[in-house]
């Protein structure tokens, strides 16, 4: 039979929305390692859980051409909560790389 019945308890979601870009990123050599270290402030996020950065390097011999480091997965738990990574500054010195 079909009909009017009881009413069901609401389901609430929310939609997930894009975050802001990064207010700030710096950029600093680690006394320790020397490597390059990758810093940023976290985005006005709505409430949401950010899940990955996009972290690139800019090819220093052609200004389209951007690259992300092995060391700088942006879905990795230590850049997550840390909101940094490091490159290593033989990577910046390699032919990838060009420094």
Same mark, same amino acid.
């Given at each position: ?29 680690? *006394? $320790? ?5 990758? !810093?940023?402030?976290? /985005?006005?996020?709505?409430?949401? =859980?950010?899940?990955?950065? @996009? ?20 879905? *990795? $738990? ?5 909101? !940094?990574?490091?490159? /290593?500054?033989?990577?910046?010195? =390699?032919?990838?790389?060009? @420094?």
């Amino acid at each position: 039979m079909f009909g009017w019945g009881k009413s069901s308890t609401p389901a609430y979601l929310k939609a997930a929305q894009k975050p802001s870009a990064t207010a700030s990123v710096a950029t600093t050599i680690d *006394s $320790a390692t020397g490597n390059l270290v990758i !810093s940023w402030a976290a /985005p006005s996020n709505n409430g949401d =859980s950010v899940f990955k950065y @996009y972290i690139d390097v800019q090819k220093k011999t052609d200004s389209t051409a951007w690259i992300s480091p092995a060391t700088c997965v942006g879905t *990795s $738990a230590g850049v997550l909560s840390t909101l !940094s990574c490091q490159v /290593p500054m033989d990577t910046l010195t =390699s032919a990838t790389y060009a @420094y």
